[in-house]
């Protein structure tokens, strides 16, 4: 983040990475629905997206929300995906 950043590009940038953070429950939770290698796949994924939310965060903080909904988007669709075809059942 540059010095020029506007005060309000860093609290959405912030608020984004705050929000990223809070997906880590659904990610976590996940055992509930998924076998265990999934889950460790999903937390794979969900580590790699909260590495691009800091990268996001120091160049532009502006489109860091639009890492935790890419996140939920991933993690639902990889649940109905392994619901819908490989019989994932809570």
Known sequence: MTASTPLW???VGWLGLLAQLATLLWYAASGLLAPA???AVLLVIWA???VVA???LRRRPVLVPLV???AALIWF???SAGDAFLGWTA
Do not use: E, F, Q
């Open 54 to 56: 800091i990268l996001l």
């Open 68 to 70: 935790p909904i890419a």
């Open 77 to 79: 669709g990889a649940i």
């Open 37 to 39: 290698w999934a889950v």
């Open 48 to 50: 790699a997206l909260t």
């Open 9 to 11: 590009a860093r609290v």
